[in-house]
């Protein structure tokens, strides 16, 4: 069960890595920029990208999922890694104030807790996720979203609800 | 004068003084060891043990004592108290009993019972029930998992450290402590560690196993179940318990001691001190002591099922065998000579 | 001088059978009448790396399920360092994990120097990198403690002390601080090394090679406790730690070798020769050995460092204000626990938009969901020496 890691040349694997998820997606955007590919994708077929990514082209590494909090909509960064120089980024934008995006769990299995992480600090759901619980906050009380830019630092808001 | 000895020499007097003599011993040597403790520890880790009370740390014991005399003895509320409070007794007493039969010097001994391997098993079996108590008392599941592993450990401790005594009763003919050293004679190589080897091996291990000292300290177990069977206990209470620890690895050393290295025998005849022979039986003791701490501070412990398949599967067999290998030469030396 | 024969990944996985094969079944366990205890393995513990809860459920002394519970020492880092201009999050990314303090500031300010696009005079790097590698010897070493202090031993902890506090005694010649150092700046760092110091961690380093094996390879190597109660623990096969993403030495302990200061250099790292380390066993001895060797590896990054170190600035020309362009900038370093990766996104103000710390910590921790059930109840203490995750980290 030994993992076999890309070899050849960076450029030509980038190149091998943009074309293979070109050729199989409708992407709204993708360029390679230095050692980066970078794409951009509706949230419903990320989760099909990523297959791709991982079955086919090999790129086996999820190193984080990010969210920023744009008031109105929800960025969500993929980054992944070949282990061997290239990176793939995968961002989508979902819009609304109450987002639903497909796990990609069950295709990268460590996307378990960078899920739960981005649930916790900004609400957003991930349909079919195994187990969606906050990771940092109180799982009982604490209705707020604490990274969302509408969540203001102050002690009042902080344990309202809790004393 | 001598009529106030000579009275005082009858029972029940004689029993009272001197079982209040071994209680004193027995509390102050809980109390030093503490300290030895600390500075061999300290030693070993390359830094000084506690060296501010008293002229180099000597009176530290003493400044240990007198914080746990001011603690508070705090129980948990759901605990079943006379169980929680019973428990560190029922583990000072086994510890403290033992030592009425211990031979200090020829004459010096309190109890002379000519079954005293027997009365030593007999009664530091009681040590696992206490253990027992104060898990089951202390109502915390931390406590129980401490207590199930301490009576699991010293329950099957005890056969390896009786099969290992057995080789000693019959090289020496009596279950008697005085008879024993008295068949080692004043020569080391007489002494029963050299016939009894892998005997000796077996018992040290297995009074380490019995003391629960690491890597025998699961029980205890400080980095998994913090404190095992004694976590609840605070103060006096937890004073005793380390003292009744203390008391039974004082214990052990000097039983190992009198058994395989001599008792009060010197090492060569013309070392024999006459009557201050106890001098060498403290410092045997006290070397084993030593050892006992050297080794606890040296090596990690083992896991449950390593520690019950090192007894079982290790040290029985090795007793029972030796046990008729030497059984064997017995016989064929007595026919031979 | 860890020259015995290892075994291959193959002759490893067979050795030991899964660890969730010694559960009883479920339905098993029912008609027996058996139960389960559930127990709190609570933030407060001597052993926990942290403040970690973990909610075990217990058959005996076989974990049945494991679940760490995480949040008691979470400082909304990531909050407030929107309110905060761009080099004042520097000292905050020190507290994050904070047995890797420099790697922590370097993967904050390579993310910003991304964003701003600037060049850093060499000296400069090569002073980050020398930090940085004195910073793993910081935290390998102590590892190796934590790990024999789990097990039971309390020697190898205080000798691996003395080794951190002279590193410690080190950084704050230069930086001014033992631990929490705001050394590395955006463009550069603080100020240029006293000019004794080089001298002094020549011979520290050399000291250091001279008693490794005799203070931290020796008495814990073949030791027999040790062995049984690290061998064939918490074994992981190459696809699984891939799967889980694990990096770092919890990844190289299988046998991939991967190395962000390798497959995506960065800093000075390309200019320098060294080893990745790794072993093929998967399990707690072998990454133990990672790390020793690892630590072996550092000491000879830290030697090329002062060969090579050339004169000149420590700062890059910027003005007093830090004000990128609106865009992302990614950072990612070796840090000592695995890949740590910022990224920080600007809005064109003073202060970021959203500052992303991926800690090595929080993901290596799933390792523990995944990996513990099967095992003994003491066993957790040897696989947490696997992962090694600092509180700090996880927690942010």
């Known amino acids: ?163 | 004068m001598g009529t106030v000895l000579q009275y005082l020499d009858q029972e029940p007097f004689r029993f009272l003084l001197s079982f209040g003599a071994v209680l004193f011993l027995v509390l102050n040597l809980a109390a030093v060891l503490t300290m030895a403790e600390r500075k061999v520890s300290g030693y070993i880790q390359l830094r000084y043990g506690p060296n501010r009370v008293g002229p180099r740390g000597l009176l530290q014991p003493a400044a240990d004592v007198f914080k746990l005399f001011t603690k508070e003895n705090v129980s948990p509320g759901r605990s079943d108290l006379w169980v929680f409070l019973g428990a560190p007794i029922a583990m000072f007493l086994p510890a403290a009993a033992v030592w009425l039969v211990i031979p200090f010097s020829p004459d010096a001994v309190i109890a002379n019972i000519n079954v005293a391997i027997l009365f030593f098993i007999a009664i530091t079996s009681i040590g696992a029930l206490g253990v027992v108590m104060a898990g089951y008392g202390s109502r915390s599941t931390f406590s129980l998992l401490g207590a199930l592993r301490g009576a699991a450990q010293m329950i099957s401790y005890e056969v390896p450290l009786i099969l290992s005594l057995l080789g000693v009763v019959m090289l020496s003919g009596s279950l008697s402590f005085v008879d024993v050293v008295a068949a080692q004679g004043d020569t080391f190589w007489t002494w029963y560690f050299l016939p009894l080897l892998p005997m000796f091996l077996t018992f040290y291990v297995s009074g380490i196993a019995e003391v629960k000292r690491v890597p025998f300290d699961l029980p205890e177990g400080e980095s998994e179940i913090v404190g095992g069977f004694m976590i609840e206990y605070s103060g006096m209470t937890w004073a005793l318990i380390q003292a009744a620890e203390f008391a039974s690895m004082g214990l052990m050393s000097a039983i190992t001691a009198t058994l395989f290295l001599g008792g009060w025998q010197p090492p060569l005849p013309f070392l024999d001190l006459g009557a201050f022979n106890w001098i060498w039986f403290g410092f045997k003791t006290a070397l084993i002591m030593f050892t006992f701490q050297w080794i606890r501070w040296s090596i990690p412990r083992l896991r449950m099922d390593q520690l019950m398949d090192l007894g079982w599967k290790v040290l029985v067999p090795i007793t029972l065998i030796y046990l008729l290998i030497v059984a064997a030469a017995m016989l064929i030396l007595q026919e031979v000579f | 001088m860890l020259g015995e024969q290892r075994p291959t990944e193959e002759e490893a996985s067979a050795l030991t059978e899964p660890a969730t094969s010694r559960l009883m079944r479920p339905d098993v366990r029912d008609e027996f009448g058996l139960e389960t205890i559930d127990m709190n393995m609570g933030p407060q513990h001597p052993a926990m790396h942290g403040l970690l809860r973990l909610i075990l459920e217990l058959d005996g002394e076989t974990v049945v399920r494991c679940d760490p519970v995480m949040g008691y020492l979470h400082r909304c880092q990531e909050k407030i360092a929107e309110n905060r201009m761009y080099p004042a999050v520097i000292p905050m990314t020190d507290r994050l994990d904070y047995f890797a303090n420099m790697h922590n500031e370097h993967g904050y300010v390579l993310a910003v120097e991304d964003l701003l696009d600037i060049e850093v005079p060499p000296r400069a790097e090569y002073i980050r990198v020398l930090m940085c590698e004195l910073m793993r010897l910081a935290s390998h070493i102590p590892s190796i403690g934590f790990l024999m202090l789990e097990l039971g031993a309390f020697t190898p902890i205080l000798y691996a002390f003395r080794e951190r506090e002279r590193i410690q005694s080190i950084f704050e010649a230069v930086t001014g601080a033992r631990m929490m150092f705001h050394y590395i700046r955006i463009g550069g760092v603080k100020a240029d090394l006293p000019p004794e110091i080089p001298e002094q961690i020549w011979k520290f380093v050399e000291n250091l090679e001279k008693n490794f094996k005799g203070d931290f390879v020796d008495l814990i190597e073949g030791n027999e406790i040790f062995i049984s109660r690290t061998r064939g623990v918490g074994q992981l096969t190459q696809e699984k730690a891939v799967e889980m993403g694990l990096t770092g030495p919890p990844l190289r302990c299988t046998g991939v070798d991967f190395d962000i200061r390798i497959d995506y250099p960065y800093s000075v790292y390309p200019e320098l020769t060294f080893d990745i380390v790794t072993d093929t066993a998967g399990d707690v001895e072998a990454s133990y050995r990672v790390r020793i060797g690892e630590c072996l590896q550092s000491i000879r990054i830290i030697k090329q460092c002062l060969e090579k170190i050339p004169e000149g600035a420590v700062m890059a020309e910027l003005g007093r204000r830090i004000r990128p362009a609106e865009g992302e900038g990614f950072g990612r370093v070796e840090s000592p626990r695995g890949e740590f990766a910022v990224h920080v996104v600007s809005d064109g103000s003073d202060t970021p938009y959203r500052v992303h710390y991926r800690d090595p910590s929080f993901v290596n921790m799933q390792l523990l969901q995944e990996i513990v059930p099967g095992h003994y109840l003491p066993d957790i203490m040897p696989i947490m020496g696997l992962v090694d995750p600092v509180s700090g980290g996880w927690d942010k």
């Open chain 1, 1 to 163: 069960m030994a993992v076999t890691l890309p070899e050849g040349d960076l450029g030509s694997r980038l190149e091998r890595y943009l074309e293979g998820l070109r050729s199989r997606h409708g992407l709204e955007d993708s360029a390679i920029e230095g050692n980066v590919v970078r794409i951009l994708t509706d949230p419903d077929s990320v989760p099909a990208v990523l297959t791709t990514a991982r079955e086919t082209l090999g790129v086996f590494h999820l190193s984080f999922i990010t969210v920023v909090d744009r008031v109105g909509s929800f960025e969500l960064t993929y980054e992944l890694m070949d282990l061997r120089g290239a990176s793939v980024r995968v961002k989508t934008v979902v819009e609304g104030t109450e987002p639903v995006v497909p796990t990609v769990t069950n295709i990268y299995p460590t996307a378990n807790w960078h899920e739960r992480e981005a649930y916790d600090m900004f609400g957003v759901a991930f349909r079919g996720h195994p187990d969606l619980r906050r990771t940092y906050m109180w799982q009982d009380h604490f209705d707020h979203h604490p990274l969302l830019k509408s969540f203001e630092i102050s002690t009042k808001r902080t344990f309202e609800g809790l004393r």
